[in-house]
């Protein structure tokens, strides 16, 4: 069993700053590359930033220079440090995560989701 959880969204003013994180936790081997989508509301899901188990980022255009994301290996956990928030920004977090279980083979794995939603 692995799971995800997201914790750190909620409301924010824009300009403001929030820091969103995701944990894995279960019968875990390795995490590799893991990532933040978002999914506004009425829109698709896109991808938001990525982060390789090297510490290589990727980041969406829209996001550069305001988001920063990061991970800590030691503790399983991927961050993500969203500054000078705009009301674009608002919808569904998303956490995934490449995840070699205990005993099995690699899959990609989602969190449940968390909401942010930034006031004009």
């Known amino acids: 069993q692995v799971q995800l959880v997201e914790s750190g969204g909620g409301l924010a003013q824009a300009g403001g700053s929030l820091r969103l994180s995701c944990a894995a936790s279960?019968?875990?081997?390795?995490?590799?590359?893991m990532g933040w989508y978002r999914q506004p509301p009425g829109k698709q899901r896109e991808l938001v930033a990525g982060?390789?188990?090297?510490?290589?980022?990727n980041y969406a255009d829209s996001v550069k220079g305001r988001f920063t994301i990061s991970r800590d290996n030691a503790k399983n956990t991927v961050y993500l440090q969203m500054n000078s928030l705009k009301p674009e920004d608002t919808g569904v977090y998303y956490c995934n995560a490449a995840v070699i279980p205990r005993g099995s083979y690699g899959m990609s794995y989602w969190g449940k989701g968390t909401l942010v939603t930034v006031s004009s």
């Open positions: 982060i390789t188990s090297g510490d290589i980022t």
């Open positions: 279960g019968s875990i081997f390795r995490v590799n590359a």
